[in-house]
């Protein structure tokens, strides 16, 4: 099958192009024909040695934990699905080895669930990784109806699902975004505010009693900030900074395959509660410009590869 792997850690430029077996089949693992795969910043961070000693790497490594496609074999048990199956997967493993971006994968049923019906693969490839991310954020925080939120990086990948999760949950959201992608915030139903200098004043006249939620999706500024935006009991977690645990109480959260809240998603996808937003297309043979793009940061929306 085809495939992009790299034998060594480095830049987009050590991913190739090339002819690998395609995947074994566990008893509790489907293979999956990949249309599409989406590309995440974890994917070049991993690609690039920095998470040695968290995640394991088995050279040569085929990256990628997202992908939308069609089930090609069954194992010896996987009840739920049958081949032809359209499903989705944040298919993250213990171990870095056969990912996303080639022909066929290899999927545990724990990590999957059947695709929205009313989306495409590559709408579909985005969503796994990242919506995971805003769910599980978002149930972390203890997020009621009636609080105020912010949401950090509102116009990202994580941040527009979280975005739209929580306005569906009832709360009042604000988001931090590029002055390009206020228009694009306020569609998804949040108030925006320019990240910078000046941010705790410009979020402190939208919301001057504080904010109940904070969700960190960028780092930086969004945790050095957060004593002076938190209301009185509010709570912060993050993906990007553990101070947000170890300093400020709250929660630091590193997403989890769930296949029971990747099919909720679905269902909300399928009832229009969520949008999904695409950056950018490429094809397998440009998967390292897809890499490359993701890498630059302040996309809107998701960078998909188009397999099959």
């Known amino acids: 099958m085809r495939a992009i792997a790299y034998e060594e850690f480095g830049s987009a430029d050590v991913l190739s192009l090339r002819d690998l077996p395609e995947p074994h089949i566990g008893p509790d693992t489907v293979v999956v024909k990949v249309i599409a795969a989406g590309v995440n910043p974890v994917d070049y961070k991993v690609r690039e040695g920095h998470l040695q000693g968290l995640i394991d790497v088995d050279l ?27 499903v989705f997967a944040y298919a993250r493993k213990d171990v870095v080895s056969g990912g996303t971006l080639a022909e066929y994968v290899a999927v545990p049923v724990r990590t999957l669930a059947k695709k929205p019906s009313t989306i495409g693969f590559e709408e579909a490839a985005g969503v796994p990784l990242a919506g995971l991310t805003a769910l599980q954020t978002i149930r972390r925080s203890g997020l009621v109806a009636g ?61 001057p009693g504080g904010f109940d939620v904070i969700l960190d999706y960028v780092g930086g500024e969004a945790v050095d900030t957060a004593p002076d935006l938190l209301a009185d009991g509010g709570r912060i977690v993050s993906i990007t900074d553990p101070r947000a645990r170890d300093e400020l109480g709250g929660a630091y959260v590193w997403v989890r395959p769930d296949a029971d809240a990747l099919a909720e998603l679905a269902t909300l996808i399928d009832q229009g509660v969520v949008k999904v937003e695409i950056a950018e297309v490429f094809d397998l043979e440009h998967a390292a410009d897809a890499h490359r ?6 996309t809107r929306g998701k960078v998909v590869v188009r397999i099959g």
């Open 147 to 207: 609080q105020t939120v912010l949401v950090h990086a509102a116009a990202g990948g994580v941040g527009s699902f979280a975005v739209q999760l929580a306005v569906h949950a009832g709360a009042r959201v604000v988001g931090t975004a590029s002055e390009h992608n206020h228009d694009y915030v306020r569609s998804l139903g949040a108030e925006p505010v320019a990240y910078g200098d000046g941010l705790v004043e410009r979020a402190r006249a939208v919301a």
């Open 293 to 298: 793009t993701v890498e630059k940061g302040h």
């Open 60 to 86: 040569p490594a085929v990256p990628g934990w997202d992908v939308a496609g069609v089930v090609d074999k069954v194992g010896l048990d996987t009840p739920e699905l049958e081949v032809g199956d359209e």
